[in-house]
């Protein structure tokens, strides 16, 4: 049941529905690359209570000190480097050419555009979105739920935000 669709040159076989045969025919590792952290979230999940084994995928340019940790389903494009003592959560998008400098955190579902910096102890909490360029200064807090503009200079702690009902998970 494959389709005419491709992406990057790669065939689109189906939908989430043919998830489940995929699973019954062994395929038991899968990578949720989808931009928007809300519906990567949801998507995760559902893989997860299939029984799929969420996997990461990082670029061989990708430098990570050994102090690191790194979730499930993270994704971490060229140029990226992490330093010591940073947590990465689960469902992660860095994107190309992304800095966290020592002890940062990042909470389950956060996307960082390209260029993003984040500096010393800074943490950024669940679905937030760096847009390119932004920065944060070290030990400054991103709330859950925050978007950035690009090129944001972010040098003082941002609360959480509160989602609208249709993006409650």
């Known amino acids: 049941t494959g389709s005419e669709k491709e992406?990057?040159?790669c065939p689109v076989l189906g939908d989430m529905s043919l998830l489940p045969h995929a699973f019954r025919?062994?395929?038991r590792c899968a990578i949720?690359?989808?931009?928007?952290?809300?519906?990567?979230?949801?998507?995760?999940?559902?893989?997860e209570q299939m029984g799929f084994h969420l996997i990461n995928a990082v670029h061989p340019s990708v430098v990570i000190d050994p102090t690191a940790t790194i979730g499930?389903?993270?994704i971490i494009d060229?140029?990226?480097v992490i330093s010591g003592r940073c947590q990465i959560g689960n469902g992660c998008i860095?994107?190309?050419?992304?800095?966290?400098?020592?002890?940062?955190?990042l909470g389950d579902h956060v996307r960082l555009e390209p260029g993003v910096r984040v500096g010393a102890s800074a943490q950024v909490h669940r679905h937030s979105l760096l847009r390119c360029g932004a920065v944060v200064?070290?030990?400054?807090?991103?709330?859950?739920?925050?978007?950035?503009?690009v090129g944001?200079?972010?040098t003082c702690s941002i609360p959480d935000r509160e989602l609208p009902e249709d993006r409650l998970l």
Do not use: M, P, W
């Open 32 to 47: 949720v690359a989808i931009g928007d952290n809300y519906i990567r979230q949801q998507r995760f999940y559902e893989l």
């Open 137 to 149: 200064a070290n030990r400054v807090v991103v709330g859950k739920n925050n978007e950035t503009e």
């Open 25 to 27: 025919r062994g395929i």
């Open 72 to 74: 499930r389903g993270v």
């Open 7 to 9: 992406v990057n040159g």
């Open 78 to 80: 060229a140029g990226t």
């Open 94 to 105: 860095l994107a190309t050419s992304c800095t966290l400098a020592f002890g940062v955190l």
């Open 152 to 154: 944001a200079i972010i």
